[in-house]
């Protein structure tokens, strides 16, 4: 149960969910020492895009899903192009030897441990150099009127730490300092009790969110373009001038 | 410890630049130093242009440019990720602009209906037509700031002239959606309004296709919207699903 709660990125489908007791330990730990970054030069893409694949996290809404339910890799380049036009990107490092899940050597230790053994490592400041990126959120706004954030994820093995609040919060917090107040997040039903807890409401003027989501498959119409989006091979509108005059 | 050299280079062709140092500077900075004394600490330092370094060290560079970019007004300090900013400008949205609906009246008014992606709004205009389809208010630099930052928007713009005077005739706005988005995955549509009295005619349905259009073909596939109650079959109709496969969106409700 425990390997495959690994494997699915923390998330069980519920009937399985009942066989899994959190441990005393993940009942709100308090977190490692962190430093969250706000500056998109601290960010190597590479290592975002392994976040992605560690968290499961597609930048698709409707990933493709292999055989062992796991996504395809972002693709980078389009990762970077939207890091750039992000308003808000936060990102989260911590000291390699807080991360459960990293073997020895991939630790590139300091090597500094004295009487008392590693409070070195509590001391020293973690920088983006010296730090493993475990979380990451970032928001796209119009820089006036609106806001949505995406992407918010934490490695799995620091989950339930509040991690993710702290991202959440620290780009809440940057774009009420710029006067944009209009803030929305998509998230499945997974990720809403995390941002309600954050302070988003469910109902909101009662508006009901929609995506699009025409595809070839439910609406036939012979010689239309498709484009890929994910699993979903969505219909491209195409240019015509039947309107009613 | 680790060291980074930042070459420092000056070119003439700097235009934005307030002043210019004809020499190339060699600068040492090592990261893990705190150091408190900046090399210049009396030049105006808007000249600078950082040579593009290859993507690993660009993150160390940017320990300097964060302190450096305080001082010095026109900076063109480029610490760049991505390949080239030239293929940027290349894939934005190039704007269109076509006649639409043509209909003469019987006195001989030609009026015509005009699309335009270019985004050329008049602020005021479209507090006039959010005020004739009963929207409240919003700050008008807010406004203008959005229609600058929006990835794009769409207009319907209405002008009318007597036939043979072509060039003539006022053009009025009525119709406008636009779509905020990060370029590569994540768009959202908002603010589409069309004038009362051009409604039923088809003409959102025109607008949201060609925004719809536009983003899918620059392979942008989250395409989502927040719909009224009252125009959720509107864009039904237009292929948006309500609440797909369960995702919501939340908004956020400041406590105090």
């Not at chain 2, 008014?109 to 009963?134: A, H, M, N, P, W």
């Amino acid at each position: 149960m425990a390997v495959a709660a690994a494997v699915n990125g923390g998330y069980l489908p519920s009937k399985f969910r009942r066989f899994t007791q959190p441990t005393v330990s993940q009942i709100r730990p308090t977190p490692p020492p962190l430093f969250i970054s706000t500056n998109p030069n601290d960010i190597n893409p590479i290592h975002l895009r392994d976040l992605y694949s560690v968290c499961n996290h597609s930048c698709h809404r409707f990933p493709k899903l292999n055989s062992e339910g796991r996504v395809e890799p972002v693709d980078i380049d389009k990762l970077r192009k939207a890091l750039l036009h992000s308003y808000v990107v936060a990102s989260v490092f911590t000291r390699p030897e807080f991360v459960p899940d990293l073997t020895p050597e991939n630790i590139s230790g300091s090597g500094l441990t004295g009487i008392g053994g590693d409070w070195i490592g509590k001391v020293v400041p973690v920088t983006p150099g010296n730090g493993e990126l475990v979380g990451f959120g970032r928001a796209v706004s119009d820089s006036g009127l609106t806001a949505a954030i995406y992407d918010v994820m934490v490695i799995p093995s620091l989950r339930r730490r509040g991690i993710g609040r702290k991202i959440v919060q620290r780009i809440l917090r940057i774009l009420v300092n710029r006067d944009i107040y209009d803030i929305a997040a998509l998230c499945s039903d997974q990720q809403k009790p995390f941002f309600g807890a954050c302070g988003f409401g469910d109902d909101v003027l009662v508006s009901t969110t929609m995506m699009y989501t025409r595809s070839a498959s439910t609406h036939s119409v012979d010689e239309q373009m498709v484009k890929c989006a994910g699993r979903k091979l969505l219909l491209v509108p195409s240019l015509r001038g039947n309107l009613k005059i | 410890m680790q060291m980074q050299t930042l070459h420092l280079v000056s070119t003439s062709t700097v235009a934005s630049s307030s002043s210019s140092l004809p020499t190339i500077v060699s600068l040492d900075c090592c990261r893990c130093q705190a150091s408190n004394q900046l090399p210049f600490p009396n030049t105006n330092l808007g000249f600078l242009k950082v040579k593009r370094q290859p993507k690993v060290s660009n993150l160390k560079a940017s320990f300097w440019d964060s302190i450096r970019s305080g001082f010095g007004k026109n900076n063109t300090i480029q610490v760049i990720d991505t390949p080239s900013s030239e293929e940027e400008e290349a894939e934005e949205p190039l704007p269109e602009e076509f006649v639409l609906v043509e209909k003469t009246q019987p006195d001989g008014t030609v009026e015509q209906i005009i699309f335009s992606s270019g985004g050329d709004v008049d602020v005021y205009d479209l507090q006039d037509l959010c005020d004739k389809v009963g929207w409240p208010r919003r700050p008008l630099s807010k406004l203008a700031a959005a229609l600058k930052n929006s990835y794009i928007v769409a207009t319907l713009h209405s002008r009318k002239f007597s036939s043979g005077e072509e060039g003539n005739g006022e053009k009025k706005l009525i119709g406008m959606a636009r779509a905020t988005s990060d370029h590569a995955f994540n768009a959202t549509i908002w603010d589409v309004l069309v004038d009362p009295s051009y409604q039923g005619q088809g003409l959102g349905k025109v607008l949201i296709e060609k925004l719809i259009r536009t983003l899918l073909q620059r392979d942008i596939g989250n395409i989502s919207l927040f719909a009224d109650s009252k125009v959720v079959e509107f864009y039904r109709n237009l292929g948006f699903e309500p609440d797909p496969e369960g995702i919501k969106g939340m908004f956020w409700y400041p406590m105090y």
